[in-house]
C-alpha cells in the first residue's frame, strides 16, 4: 500500500546503461522527491534483492512479521509479507539471480524465505560501501561503484555450470518446467541435480520454477490481464489453483497483486526484465 498521496511520479528513476549492465545483475536507483512518508508491500521476485539506503539518516524502514530494520537489507527469495518505505531520500536496488547471489554472497545466498540487514551478509565492509555511494556524483557513478564492489566478490561460491544451465531454463521456460526434464538436460539424475541445486542457490528446483513461474504471472495480472487468461498462459491449472498460488506466496489475491505499486514501475527501472 502507498501512503495517501504519494505516488510514482514523486520518484526518480535512474538504471544502467545497456553497455555497463552485468549478467545476472540488475541495478535501478531512486529518489524520492516528496517529503512525506511512503510504504509500499514488495512483491516475490525470483532474485536475491539488496536494498542499499543512500540516505543520511536511514531513510529506508523495512518490515516483515517479527522482524523491522531501518537502513540497508537484503530480502532472499520468497521472503513472505515485506513492506518497505521511508520518508525522502534515495536508494539502491540490486537485484542478483540466485546463480549471481551465490557467487557474490557465498553462503549467505542462502536466504529463502528470510530477510536480515545487508551488514549481516554483506560483512564490516558494509558501511564503506554505503558512503561512497551515497557521496557519488552521480547515479552512473554509483552504478559504477557498485559493479566494482560486486566483481570484488565474486567467486565465493562455486556455481557448476550445470546448475546455472538448470537456472537459465527455469527462467527460459517462465517456470513451466519438470525436474525430470532439467536432470536429462544436464545430464544429471534427478536426485543429484535437486541435492545440487539445492546446496548451491539456497532453493530447490520445484521451488525456483514456483516463484519464476509466479513472477510471470504477477506480471502479466500487472499488465491488465484477466486472472483466468493469466492461470492459462502461467501453467495453471485453472483460477483457482492460481488463487492459491498468489495467496500461499504474497498472503493477498491476484487482484491486490494486479495493483500493486511494486510491479507498477518494473517497465521503467527492469525494462530487461519484462514478460512476453
Same mark, same amino acid.
Given at each position: 500500500?502507498?501512503?495517501?498521496?504519494?505516488?510514482?511520479?514523486? &520518484?526518480?528513476?535512474?538504471?544502467?546503461?545497456?553497455?555497463?549492465?552485468?549478467?545476472?545483475?540488475?541495478?535501478?536507483? =531512486?529518489?524520492?522527491?516528496?517529503?512525506?512518508?511512503?510504504?509500499?508491500?514488495?512483491?516475490?521476485?525470483?532474485?536475491? +534483492?539488496?536494498?542499499?539506503? /543512500?540516505?543520511?539518516?536511514? #531513510?529506508?524502514?523495512?518490515? +516483515?512479521?517479527?522482524?523491522?530494520?531501518?537502513?540497508? =537489507?537484503?530480502?532472499?527469495?520468497?521472503?513472505?509479507?515485506?513492506?518497505?518505505?521511508?520518508?525522502?531520500?534515495?536508494?539502491?536496488?540490486?537485484?542478483?539471480?540466485?546463480?549471481?547471489?551465490?557467487?557474490?554472497? #557465498?553462503?549467505?545466498?542462502?536466504?529463502?524465505?528470510?530477510?536480515?540487514?545487508?551488514?549481516?551478509?554483506?560483512?564490516?565492509?558494509? @558501511?564503506?560501501?554505503?558512503?561512497?555511494?551515497?557521496?557519488?556524483?552521480?547515479?552512473?557513478?554509483? =552504478?559504477?561503484?557498485?559493479?566494482?564492489?560486486?566483481?570484488?566478490?565474486?567467486?565465493? @561460491?562455486?556455481?557448476?555450470?550445470?546448475?546455472? %544451465?538448470?537456472?537459465?531454463?527455469?527462467?527460459?521456460?517462465?517456470?513451466?518446467?519438470?525436474?525430470?526434464?532439467?536432470?536429462?538436460?544436464?545430464?544429471?539424475?534427478?536426485?543429484?541435480?535437486?541435492?545440487? =541445486?539445492?546446496?548451491?542457490?539456497?532453493?530447490?528446483?520445484?521451488?525456483?520454477? @514456483?516463484?519464476?513461474?509466479?513472477?510471470?504471472?504477477?506480471? /502479466?495480472?500487472?499488465?491488465?490481464?484477466?486472472?483466468?487468461?493469466?492461470?492459462? @498462459?502461467?501453467?495453471?491449472?485453472? %483460477?483457482?489453483?492460481?488463487?492459491?498460488? &498468489?495467496?500461499?506466496? +504474497?498472503?493477498?489475491?491476484?487482484?491486490?497483486?494486479? +495493483?500493486?505499486?511494486w510491479l507498477a514501475i518494473d517497465d521503467v527501472a527492469w525494462p530487461a526484465t519484462r514478460p512476453a
Open positions: 500500500m502507498l501512503s495517501s498521496g504519494w505516488t510514482w511520479a514523486d &520518484v526518480d528513476i535512474a538504471v544502467p546503461r545497456p553497455a555497463d549492465r552485468l549478467p545476472g545483475i540488475a541495478m535501478a536507483g =531512486f529518489r524520492q522527491r516528496a517529503p512525506g512518508p511512503a510504504e509500499i508491500a514488495m512483491v516475490a521476485h525470483p532474485s536475491v +534483492t539488496l536494498i542499499l539506503d /543512500l540516505s543520511e539518516a536511514g #531513510g529506508v524502514v523495512c518490515a +516483515t512479521e517479527g522482524w523491522r530494520h531501518r537502513g540497508s =537489507f537484503v530480502a532472499g527469495l520468497l521472503p513472505g509479507r515485506l513492506h518497505t518505505g521511508g520518508r525522502g531520500g534515495e536508494c539502491l536496488q540490486i537485484r542478483l539471480s540466485p546463480v549471481a547471489a551465490a557467487a557474490v554472497l #557465498g553462503e549467505a545466498a542462502g536466504l529463502t524465505g528470510t530477510v536480515a540487514t545487508l551488514e549481516e551478509v554483506w560483512g564490516r565492509d558494509t @558501511r564503506q560501501l554505503e558512503q561512497r555511494l551515497r557521496t557519488a556524483r552521480s547515479w552512473d557513478e554509483r =552504478f559504477a561503484l557498485a559493479a566494482e564492489a560486486l566483481a570484488r566478490r565474486a567467486g565465493r @561460491r562455486r556455481v557448476e555450470p550445470e546448475i546455472a %544451465q538448470a537456472w537459465r531454463r527455469t527462467v527460459a521456460c517462465r517456470g513451466r518446467v519438470r525436474v525430470e526434464g532439467l536432470a536429462e538436460e544436464v545430464g544429471w539424475s534427478r536426485k543429484r541435480l535437486w541435492s545440487r =541445486f539445492r546446496a548451491q542457490l539456497g532453493v530447490t528446483p520445484k521451488s525456483a520454477a @514456483r516463484l519464476v513461474r509466479f513472477d510471470h504471472a504477477a506480471h /502479466l495480472l500487472a499488465a491488465g490481464h484477466p486472472a483466468a487468461s493469466v492461470a492459462a @498462459r502461467s501453467g495453471y491449472a485453472d %483460477q483457482s489453483h492460481l488463487n492459491r498460488e &498468489v495467496r500461499a506466496i +504474497t498472503g493477498t489475491t491476484p487482484a491486490a497483486v494486479a +495493483t500493486a505499486p
